[in-house]
């Protein structure tokens, strides 16, 4: 078989793969979105940040922290562990078992233990840098949802928080530090992309109910973190 002739069957089958579009799982992930910013409020601020978005989050995604945050009542065996053994095997024993089993819900489990749950479990779909620094952190969640404006409010979300590897991020007086172990960013834009963002560094975060998504509990008083906010 000619060289020529194989040059032929690869440039067909080229272009009839190219004729097609990309892969269904790339046309959802969409071009690269790629924001740049300054930190303020923090230990250093005035450093350079550059958020890049490989895709965006979808309402399954979204739901999914949603319910992280809500996480229903658990069905459990409330019988006191006393009660078990009381009575041998004899006739007690039966009836208190009877009587207690999955009557009663058992606590459920812990909002922020599961919405970290939920990040850690979630791929990777973006990456916040400092300019100058080889760190990043990895974002799990990434949602928007636009303004009457015009412009934008975006969530992110990292499974980690940020700072766990030294005092860059470490808020500064008046604010104090949160404690979760993970980190929500908030950004507010305008209809040219240019804004500012705030984050659970050190603020709350809470459902949102416009947005019907995870948030900043008070956006409007928490300091902002990110100044110059570009897309």
Do not use: C, H
């Not at 006739?91 to 009557?103: F, L, P, S, T």
């Not at 760190?135 to 412009?151: E, K, L, S, W």
């Not at 834009?189 to 975060?205: F, P, Q, R």
Request: glycine letters at 12%; proline letters at 7%.
């Amino acid at each position: 078989m000619s060289a020529r002739f194989m040059l032929g069957v690869v440039f067909v089958l080229i272009s009839r793969w190219a004729g097609s579009g990309l892969p269904p799982q790339l046309q959802a992930a969409g071009p690269e979105t790629t924001f740049t910013a300054t930190s303020a409020n923090v230990n250093d601020a005035g450093r350079g940040v550059k958020i890049n978005i490989l895709r965006w989050s979808n309402d399954d995604d979204r739901n999914t922290l949603v319910a992280a945050m809500n996480p229903p009542a658990q069905r459990g065996n409330a019988e006191p562990a006393g009660e078990r053994g009381r009575g041998g095997a004899g006739r007690g024993a039966v009836g208190a078992r009877g009587r207690g089993r999955g009557d009663a819900p058992a606590a459920p489990p812990k909002p922020m233990a599961a919405v970290i749950a939920a990040l850690e479990r979630a791929p990777t779909i973006g990456y916040v840098w400092l300019n100058d620094s080889n760190i990043g952190y990895a974002i799990r969640y990434a949602y928007r949802t636009p303004m009457p404006d015009g412009g934008e409010r975006i969530f992110l979300a990292s499974n980690r928080r940020f700072g766990d590897t030294g005092t860059s991020w470490k808020p500064v007086a008046p604010a104090t530090a949160t404690d979760y172990d993970f980190t929500i960013i908030e950004l507010r834009l305008d209809s040219k992309g240019s804004g500012e963002g705030k984050a659970s560094i050190n603020t709350k975060v809470a459902l949102d109910a416009d947005a019907k998504t995870i948030a900043l509990e008070n956006y409007a008083a928490a300091p902002v973190v990110l100044k110059n906010v570009r897309r």
